[in-house]
């Protein structure tokens, strides 16, 4: 096994020594035995979407295959495959946002799922022009949960939400047609086109993949967020812990991983129930020990606290530990690798969804209609395994480190009405933030999010790119795994200002926040959406007049295709640590990185060291503030 790919990370470094004694394999020997990428789908240069292929393109220009059966050149086979990576990715959140919609439409004052944030949920109400006066929160919670669900199928009109973008960019989506439809239309036209013998044109083929993306951002991932905070509540900071060194020796220990909050909630509540922590001490623990993976263990460290395991990459190395005597997950990221894994320990691994069954895994429907039931039933499988741990194969790295957490824009402005002069402002909006990134106290502002890939150095572009950042004065907001390197890297606290310039150590000190706020889950990076958009609108600008970025260190999944694509859409930079597999076609890489800027403001910056990757993006919030004459 390579261990190049770990040496930023010595925790885990320490327990892959141990898998080798274990006789477990991780991702990195799977790497090492894929040898070399095929280079043409590196390039995005293979195409297998009919039966008269699979065909590829030769990548030189001039020599070998230059079509495909049908005809279809490189340009054609790049946006198609790009175009299919972000219709997946929508799907997954929009998928997402449709469940909790769902348990929100099933809402009761005396059922599992109730109604937590009724403030948002009435500001939505009105919002989306729904009756609040002498009704039941419930019924008004029905009533915003059915246009909610319509908004995946609706057959005319625009995604509702797009109307809290500035105007300019509102403006700038009708113009060019890229107004998100019902979400699920966007996604099956978008499928549609990718069909053999429909879009052959790369630039049209983009077209449509921003637009369908625009119904991921400020459609499924919007709603997800919005409805989230209503039935779960919205989450406000406070304090948690991050790293393996949150598993415990003596506790029953569960891995919640995945994704959606309408069952992790559950689980959360099962396990701080009286008799499953009575029934935990009765099999010889100190109690039940939830810890958190990925976007699920985002929800609910935001939400309650709950301690942070890992991220992405970390998922295997958790059962690694010996101690973990659940892994309960739901839906997307998650390695079918584990069931193999958890065979080399005590560890049940528990699927609940039956959108992600997964071979070799202990299969427990998790039921909404009796939500609470069902957990408590997966939470004692998981108490019921705690005497089944073999001591002998125990290890649990002793790293971990504190973190705040729960920054939603509601949070972030409660923070900001600090600094509000009460004479001269008003409180609860974003003009605190505006006004020192105007002054040029910050120099700007990044949204860093995305996941791990054993591609580059696990955690060290998030935490270098950060770093770098917040030395240099910008203010750096971030959710899905990016948020939990932070968190693990101690960037999450308000000691982590003695490692910011002079300027944002100030804001942080003022304001009582930490340089680098954890927003949440991926369906979070709506949130980033919601505020950057404020500021501009306070400006009475758009996003792409903004001297902010989105960057992706270490993305993989077509979860993050879809988010790279809408926020170049919504005029936000992005800058990806991973190349994406597109330089197959000249034209549809130049469309990325460069033309694509004429039509919104923004472009995708390809940049896999780090250190330079965050020089360009320095540069770049200099060249915006030049232009705004700030
Ligand atoms: S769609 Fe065209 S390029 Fe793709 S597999 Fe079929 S024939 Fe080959
Ligand atoms: S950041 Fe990436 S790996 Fe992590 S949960 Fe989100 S999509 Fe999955």
């Not at 261990?3 to 394999?25: I, N, P, Q, R, Y």
């Not at 789908?41 to 990548?59: E, N």
């Not at 409805?227 to 989450?235: A, K, N, V």
């Not at 939830?290 to 460290?301: A, R």
């Amino acid at each position: 096994m390579s261990h190049e790919v770990l040496e930023f990370d010595v925790v885990s470094a320490s327990l892959t020594e141990k898998a080798k004694t274990d006789g477990a394999e991780l991702i990195w020997d799977r790497q090492q035995a894929m040898k070399a990428k095929c280079g043409f789908g590196d390039k995005g240069l293979c195409c297998r979407i009919c039966a008269m292929g699979p065909c590829r393109i030769s990548p030189v220009e001039g020599k070998g295959a230059q079509r495909g059966l049908c005809g279809a050149t490189a340009d054609v086979i790049v946006s198609r495959n790009f175009a299919r990576m972000v219709a997946a990715g929508t799907s997954a959140h929009s998928d997402h946002a449709r469940e909790i919609a769902t348990v929100m439409h099933m809402s009761n004052k005396d059922g599992n799922y109730k109604v937590k944030d009724v403030g948002k949920l009435l500001n939505l109400a009105k919002e989306w022009g729904v009756e609040t006066e002498g009704r039941e929160n419930d019924d008004i919670a029905h009533e915003v949960a059915e246009i909610a669900l319509n908004e995946f199928g609706k057959p005319f009109g625009t995604q509702r939400f797009i109307t809290r973008a500035p105007e300019p960019r509102q403006k700038l989506w009708k113009e060019k047609n890229f107004e998100p439809r019902a979400i699920d239309r966007e996604v099956v036209t978008l499928m549609h086109s990718t069909h053999i013998g429909c879009t052959g044109d790369a630039d049209s083929m983009l077209e449509m993949s921003m637009r369908t993306s625009l119904a991921d951002g400020w459609g499924g991932s919007m709603i997800g967020t919005e409805l989230s905070d209503i039935m779960f509540g919205t989450p406000t900071a406070r304090g948690t812990e991050a790293n393996l060194g949150v598993i415990e020796e003596n506790m029953v220990n569960i891995l919640l991983h995945g994704h959606n909050p309408s069952f992790s909630e559950m689980v959360v509540l099962a396990a701080e129930e009286p008799e499953m922590i009575a029934m935990a001490k009765e099999v010889g623990a100190d109690g039940i020990n939830l810890v958190g993976m990925c976007c699920t263990g985002n929800e609910v460290t935001m939400r309650h606290g709950v301690k942070i395991a890992g991220n992405f990459y970390q998922q295997e190395l958790a059962v690694l530990t010996g101690a973990m005597e659940a892994v309960i997950v739901d839906v997307q990221c998650i390695f079918p690798a584990l069931a193999r894994l958890s065979d080399c320990y005590h560890t049940k691994f528990i699927t609940t969804s039956p959108k992600a069954k997964i071979t070799g895994s202990t299969y427990i429907e998790f039921s909404e209609e009796h939500a609470l039931e069902s957990t408590k039933t997966i939470v004692r499988e998981a108490i019921m395994n705690y005497a089944n741990r073999d001591r002998s194969k125990v290890l649990i790295p002793q790293a971990k480190s504190k973190a705040l957490v729960g920054y939603s824009v509601e949070t972030v402005i409660q923070h900001l009405d600090k600094v509000v002069n009460s004479h001269t402002d008003v409180f609860n909006t974003v003009k605190p933030l505006s006004d020192v990134i105007w002054a040029g106290v910050l120099r700007g502002a990044a949204g860093i999010v995305g996941c791990n890939n054993p591609q580059v150095k696990h955690d060290k572009s998030h935490v270098t790119i950060m770093k770098e950042l917040i030395k240099n004065d910008v203010i750096v907001v971030t959710t899905g795994c990016a948020a939990q390197a932070a968190a693990k890297a101690g960037l999450m606290t308000m000691e982590a200002k003695e490692l910011c310039g002079r300027g944002l150590k100030e804001v942080c000190e003022r304001v009582g926040i930490p340089p680098v706020l954890h927003m949440g889950s991926c369906v979070d990076i709506s949130r980033i959406l919601d505020i950057v958009g404020r500021v501009a609108i306070e400006r009475g600008l758009d996003n792409s007049d903004l001297p902010v970025v989105g960057v992706a260190p270490e993305w993989m999944s077509e979860k993050a295709v879809a988010i790279g694509t809408y926020v170049v859409t919504s005029g936000i930079d992005t800058y990806l640590g991973v190349t994406p597999q597109v330089l197959g076609s000249e034209h549809f890489t130049d469309m990325l990185t460069n033309t694509i800027e004429e039509k919104v403001g923004a472009r995708f910056t390809f940049e896999e060291d780090p250190v330079v990757c965050a020089q360009l993006i320095l540069d770049r919030m200099e060249e915006k503030r030049d232009r705004l004459g700030i």
